[in-house]
């Protein structure tokens, strides 16, 4: 019983003998993941450094990807209505990067064609009344067309009564362009015509309903950049009505 007892414990000893180195293993491994924790890009400058070739693919890759990014930007600015030479996409200010593009530029582009059309209209009003040419007629009980004056006195001159009339029609027009669906700013097009009643302002005729799809495209660009200068003209009508000599191409007069 003695020596089945002493074998016992011998093997006892034999198997537990072995274990004990290991149970310094932890701390060893502990240690050496220490030393070799290493940042994102330690590990990718490690992993270059094995493969060159890879990174030179790499960057090669990631050119490619930038110039077809930045080529179809270009693209995609020369597809922008409104977008003219020699200026191209003209944005100092970059107002353009406020909001989404889609509802930014349509807003943008749909004030600037309702401001050049007002501008035109101004812009042929305001040279035609200069040559002396007025409706006949009273524009109000006693008050003719002729007694109004020129440029802005023309406008100081409307009775009150009419330039409630003028500033309604205004708002009428506003609200019957907003209301119309799909809005300019939800997938409509910019520059929306309709007016009160179904009224069309451009075109009333219809004369342009045979035009295919790109020679529209020219001339809405015609009417940008019309109204675009009609816009600097107008503003130097009223400049020089106000400053005498501020635009020496006019008159004092005017």
């Not at 506003?174 to 009643?197: C, F, I, N, V, W």
Request: net charge negative; proline share 6%.
């Amino acid at each position: 019983m003695v020596r089945i007892l002493a074998l016992c414990l011998a093997g006892a000893s034999a198997w537990v003998a072995p274990r004990r180195p290991l149970a310094a293993a932890p701390s060893v491994l502990r240690a050496e993941g220490e030393d070799m924790e290493l940042g994102l890009e330690a590990m990718f400058d490690l992993f270059d450094e094995a493969d060159p070739e890879g990174v030179a693919a790499r960057e090669a890759a990631a050119a490619a990807e930038a110039a077809a990014a930045a080529k179809q930007a270009e693209a995609n600015v020369a597809l922008l209505e409104g977008v003219s030479r020699p200026l191209g996409f003209w944005d100092p200010l970059g107002l353009a990067t406020i909001g989404t593009e889609r509802e930014t530029l349509a807003w943008f582009r749909h004030a600037e064609l309702k401001h050049s059309r007002v501008a035109m209209a101004a812009t042929t009003g305001w040279i035609i009344n200069e040559a002396g040419i007025v409706f006949p007629g009273d524009i109000a009980t006693g008050k003719s067309f002729a007694s109004l004056g020129k440029g802005w006195d023309a406008w100081a001159n409307v009775p009150g009564s009419g330039k409630v009339q003028i500033l309604f029609a205004m708002g009428c027009i506003e609200l019957a362009s907003e209301a119309k669906q799909p809005h300019y700013m939800k997938g409509g097009r910019p520059g929306q015509t309709d007016g009160p009643l179904g009224l069309r302002f451009w075109d009333p005729l219809g004369l342009t309903a045979g035009y295919d799809a790109a020679t529209i495209a020219v001339k809405r660009q015609r009417e940008l950049n019309n109204g675009r200068l009609a816009m600097i003209g107008v503003a130097s009508f009223v400049s020089a009505s106000f400053i005498d000599g501020s635009v020496p191409a006019l008159p004092d007069s005017w």
